[in-house]
């Protein structure tokens, strides 16, 4: 199946996985952050990879980039990507730090506590986003520690799916927004991208019943 195909109703059941992924995040995310959080899905696309970079931004856009390399019955990669401001928000709010600064970081300390507060807000959604998965096709997923780059979208999608677009073009774009109780800030926006290697994407379908 090409992945240009998909019907409205397939996107609509990513749609829903999504949103089940979002609650459950929503829930963990609420708790660690010390507020109410609400997370929705707004949309999910099917593009390929010039196109992905041009959605989050283009090229030039420095961004926050975490990758995961999905294992168990379905194998490729899951990726968050938040712009840089978004991310600085979310680490000043986990270490109550509200002069955090990631583009001006220069205390080696600061700046690994800022990875690891990351990479546990990425190892939430992902896992949450996965659980979700699993449950709906009854597949075992499982999602490695996470790599995270700090750099222009180009470079950071570039290097991070090198391996995974040598067979594959296509990526699943999962739009997702955080809302939270305080008003001075607007909505977190980010992007997951679900990139199933080709063999991967065919099963995927046949336990959603596409073929």
Do not use: C
Not at 60 to 82: C, D, K, N, R, S
Not at 164 to 186: G, K
């Amino acid at each position: 199946m090409d992945a240009f195909q998909l019907t409205t109703f397939q996107k609509d059941i990513l749609k829903e996985i999504g949103n089940i992924g979002a609650g459950n995040a929503a829930t963990s995310l609420s708790m660690l952050l010390g507020q109410k959080i609400d997370m929705m899905v707004p949309s999910v696309e099917i593009a390929d990879f010039n196109e992905v970079i041009e959605l989050v931004g283009g090229p030039e856009q420095p961004i926050v980039g975490l990758m995961f390399q999905i294992e168990g019955e379905i194998t490729g990669v899951m990726a968050i990507v938040v712009e840089i401001d978004e991310a600085e928000y979310l680490v000043q709010k986990l270490t109550h730090n509200d002069q955090f600064r990631l583009s001006e970081q220069t205390n080696g300390t600061e700046l690994e506590i800022a990875m690891s507060a990351l990479s546990e807000i990425g190892n939430i959604l992902t896992g949450s986003y996965l659980t979700a998965l699993s449950d709906f096709t009854g597949m075992n997923l499982q999602p490695s520690v996470p790599h995270l780059g700090i750099d222009m979208a180009g470079a950071i999608m570039t290097l991070g799916l090198l391996e995974v677009s040598q067979v594959t073009d296509y990526a699943i774009i999962i739009d997702t927004e955080i809302r939270q109780e305080e008003e001075n800030h607007e909505n977190i926006k980010g992007n997951f991208l679900f990139i199933p290697d080709p063999e991967s994407f065919q099963k995927l379908f046949a336990k959603l019943g596409w073929n």
